[in-house]
Every structure is written in structure tokens, then in C-alpha cells.
């Protein structure tokens, strides 16, 4: 099993700044992709921003130039800077990770328990 612990997130005003991090644990799992998905009230859970271990990354439309996410590889741990917030980036905020099993070689993917990302007008 790997788990997965979120933190960082609270109330802001519109145009401040979060960093949301998450650290991923499971010493008999490889960790592989990691990243970050948002699901607002009544609304379908949505991608923000991914990161392969090797770094490449990829965002939403509706963050590009706004959020960035970087890893840790060594620590497991994957984090979001979330700049220029605005009232619509208000949702409950997910990490997701990759994993394979090093005893299967099975691949995975597990989530964290979510924190809650408010931006207030």
C-alpha cells in the first residue's frame, strides 16, 4: 500500500499564493507519476498538474502560467505553488500517485484524502 499525505491548504484571497504539498509513502512500492486533481462543489474531479519521476510535466488550461509543480524524488513528495489564486481555483484538492509494487511489478494508483483549497473575492 502506499499512502499518501496531503498539507497546505486553507483560505486565501484572490491573488495570494498556497503551496500544497504531498509525500508519498510505501518502501515495497516505486512511485512513478505523481500529481494533483481538484474537484469543486458539483463538479467532476479535473486534472491540475502531473509530473513523471523524470519530470516532465503537464497542467490544465485553466492553470498554465498560474501553478507550478515540482517533486522531490528523493523524499517521495510532490508539491503545487499556487500562485495568482483566483475564487474559481476553490475546490478540494487531490494528490495521486503512480506506484509499482517491486514484488508484482503491478502499477497502481492510489489518492490522497484531499484538502481543502479556498479563494475568497
Known amino acids: 500500500q502506499v499512502q499518501l499525505m496531503e498539507s497546505g491548504g486553507g483560505l486565501v484571497q484572490a491573488g495570494g499564493s498556497l503551496r500544497l504539498s504531498c509525500a508519498a509513502s510505501?518502501?515495497?512500492?516505486?512511485?512513478?507519476?505523481m500529481g494533483w486533481y481538484r474537484q469543486a462543489p458539483g463538479k467532476q474531479r479535473e486534472l491540475v498538474a502531473t509530473?513523471?519521476?523524470?519530470?516532465?510535466?503537464n497542467y490544465a488550461d485553466s492553470v498554465k502560467g498560474r501553478f507550478t509543480i515540482s517533486r522531490d524524488n528523493a523524499k517521495n513528495t510532490v508539491y503545487l505553488q499556487m500562485n495568482s489564486l483566483k475564487p474559481e481555483d476553490t475546490a478540494v484538492y487531490y494528490c495521486?500517485?503512480?506506484?509499482?509494487?517491486?514484488?508484482?511489478?503491478?502499477?497502481?494508483?492510489?489518492w490522497g484524502q484531499g484538502t481543502q483549497v479556498t479563494v475568497s473575492s
Open positions: 495521486n500517485a503512480n506506484a509499482n509494487s517491486r514484488a508484482t511489478f503491478k502499477t497502481y494508483w492510489y
Open positions: 510505501g518502501s515495497s512500492f516505486s512511485i512513478n507519476a
Open positions: 509530473s513523471t519521476s523524470g519530470g516532465t510535466t
